[in-house]
Every structure is written in C-alpha cells, then in structure tokens.
C-alpha cells in the first residue's frame, strides 16, 4: 500500500533562518507531489506542485521553493524565513484524478 | 476552470441532530470530487469521493454525499451527530485530466453536547 511520510511534525526557526521540509512516498511510481500551506484559521493554499522529477510549478511568489531530487521525494526549502511563513504545511501525493490525494500529517512551523 | 464553494465557514450542532455541510462546484468538464475531513493539527483524511459511478456516495465515519448535477452541489450529510465528528471539513474538484484539486475554503462543524 502506498504512504506518504512528511518531518517534522513540529518546527520552531527564528526569522531569518533556512528551511527544509520533506516529504517522502512509498509503494508507488510516478506520483503527482504537492505542498499546501495554511494559515491559522484559513483555507489551504497550493504553493507547489510537481508531476516529475525537476518538473515544479509554484503557484504563488513568495521566499518559499521546492524540489524534486528523486521520485518520491519532495522538499521545501527558504533560504530566510519571514514572520509570515508560520503555517501549517501539507505535503500530499495523488495518482491523478480520480484517486485523490493522500496528505501527510503536517509541519507545524512557527517563525519567532 | 474549477472551483468550489462551501457555504457556511462555521456551522454548529447538537449531537444527535442532523449534519448538512454544503459544497457548490463549478467545472466545465465532468468532476471528480472529494471531501476531506481535518482534526487539529492533523492532516487532510478521505471521507468519501464521487467518480462518476453511483450519485449517492457513501463514507466512513457514517457520512455520506449525494452529487446533483442539476444542481451542481455535493453536499454533506450524516443523520446523528457524534462529538468526535467535530473538525474542519473541505470539498475538492477535479477533472479526470486535471493535476490539481480546487478546494472550498472549508467549514468548521462544532457539536453541541
């Protein structure tokens, strides 16, 4: 059966530090990677989405990037974080359509 | 284009009473949609999902969702509430050709004791 594995749960950086989150798929091939960002009491936000290896479309500008350094593997990264990149983050996965999407357990990230 | 909305960010209920969570699509193709349910500080999990087959979809949790394409709305139904169905809840649409979901802003469903 396919999983999805997302660290760390929870993640305290000052302002101005670096991030890197990722997330990882098992027991499948090919998947479509996204992550989600959302912010306290709001909706969720698509940042990025990947349909292959190097393939990644962002969806807002923002000091956030992501990569695909291997299939099933997907990270997302700041060189400085802001005050307002504090969310919470969910990478998911999904076979395309009408399979869905599978989400991880989430970051909790908390720039101070 | 896509999109869906899900009327009522906030809705409130006794337990035992009826739950109805509302979701409207819009999609210019034939959609897929999902509803996910969120517990804090948890990820998104699958209630249930329509795929074009039977329009009244079952899920877990004694949920269940009906598509009504005249009407363009999947709305969300369980007949007694239970305290532990307290959570954020969103609807999703996709295309069969699509890469994306489009998610509804969600609806927040507190259960009165």
């Known amino acids: 059966s396919q999983t999805i594995h997302q660290w760390p749960a929870t993640l305290v950086q000052p302002v101005g530090s670096p991030l890197s989150l990722e997330c990882t798929v098992e027991g499948t091939s090919n998947p479509n990677l996204y992550w989600y960002r959302q912010a306290a009491g709001r909706g969720l936000q698509l940042l990025f989405y990947s349909v292959g290896i190097g393939q990644i479309s962002s969806e807002v500008p923002q000091n956030l990037s992501a990569s695909r350094p291997q299939d099933r593997q997907f990270i997302l990264s700041s060189k400085k974080l802001l005050l307002s990149d504090s969310g919470f983050y969910l990478c998911a996965w999904s076979g395309g359509g009408a399979y869905g999407y599978t989400f991880g357990s989430g970051t909790r990230l908390t720039v101070v | 284009a896509q999109s869906v909305t899900q009327l009522g960010s906030h809705v409130s209920v006794s337990e035992g009473a009826l739950v109805l969570l509302r979701c409207n699509y819009s999609?210019?193709?034939?959609?897929?949609l999902f509803w996910y349910v969120q517990y804090p500080n948890q990820g998104l999990q699958l209630l249930l999902k329509y795929t074009s087959a039977a329009t009244l979809v079952k899920g877990i949790n004694g949920f269940e969702a009906e598509f009504k394409k005249s009407e363009t709305s999947f709305h969300l139904t369980k007949p007694s509430a239970h305290m532990s169905d307290a959570a954020e809840y969103f609807c999703?649409?996709?295309?069969?050709?699509?890469?994306?979901?489009?998610f509804g802003t969600g609806t927040s469903l507190t259960v009165i004791p």
């Open positions: 999703a649409v996709i295309t069969n050709t699509g890469n994306q979901f489009y």
């Open positions: 999609s210019s193709v034939p959609p897929y």
